[in-house]
């Protein structure tokens, strides 16, 4: 079974904060994604992530993919209250398209 | 848009009756999927099909759940004899599917139906 973890669980920060949450597994996915999903709402794709040691910017959120692919990172810089929500990252490998998700970092960004 | 839609987005229903929940995936993706989310918790997977097929029906709880999926587009889930702890967001989602290609596995997610067993 291909577990995901994620950390922290639970993160409450100030408005302009930095943060870093983590997704890892024992596991090699073949390619990994993160997800945002607010309250009430589905989770909605920020990035897929493909390449081992690849790195993307989406304004001031950065995504980086392990190099032994086995664990991501997501950092947001100058946190806003719209930064928060569930953060999810999924994982996929092989041929096979179950894709195993995380349990989330859910995020409070105070102004 | 066209994108994935849920029906319906509340369900309320009394112990021991049958629900029906619907899933309409963006048209062209072959892929869909169902989760179920408790308060505060993350995705739990329940069923996956490629096409009209479900090569992983790993994940339902109990043979109380099914589901099945027509034409390749709409999918039923179908649960008997509903219990309290079945009340939960159960989330649609569909993806491309095309196995060659990673972004394939992008997951599009409807907004949910929240069922509430009383």
């Known amino acids: 079974t291909q577990l995901l973890e994620q950390s922290p669980q639970f993160l409450s920060i100030q408005e302009g904060e930095n943060l870093t949450v983590y997704c890892n597994s024992s596991s090699v996915f073949s390619s990994l994604q993160w997800y945002r999903q607010e309250p009430g709402e589905g989770p909605v794709l920020l990035v897929t992530?493909?390449?081992?040691?690849e790195v993307k910017k989406l304004k001031r959120l950065t995504f980086q993919f392990g190099d032994a692919r086995k664990d991501s990172s997501l950092h947001i810089t100058a946190a806003q209250p719209g930064d928060t929500g569930l953060y999810l990252c999924a994982g996929t490998s092989g041929g096979y398209q179950k894709v195993t998700f995380g349990i989330g970092t859910k995020l409070q960004v105070i102004p | 848009g066209a994108g994935v839609s849920q029906s319906p987005s509340n369900k309320v229903t009394e112990k021991g009756k049958d629900v029906e929940l619907r899933c309409d995936p963006i048209?062209?993706?072959?892929?869909l999927y169902w989760y179920r989310q408790s308060l505060g918790q993350g995705l739990e997977f329940l069923i996956y099909f490629q096409g009209n097929s479900a090569p992983d029906k790993s994940g339902l709880p109990s043979d109380r759940f099914s589901a099945e999926r027509t034409g390749g587009s709409v999918s039923t889930l179908t649960i008997q004899r509903t219990q309290q702890e079945d009340s939960a967001v159960y989330l649609c989602a569909s993806s491309p599917g095309t196995a060659s290609l990673s972004f394939s596995y992008e997951q599009y997610f409807g907004p949910g139906t929240r069922l509430t067993v009383t």
């Open positions: 048209s062209g993706h072959t892929a």
């Open positions: 992530v493909v390449t081992g040691g």
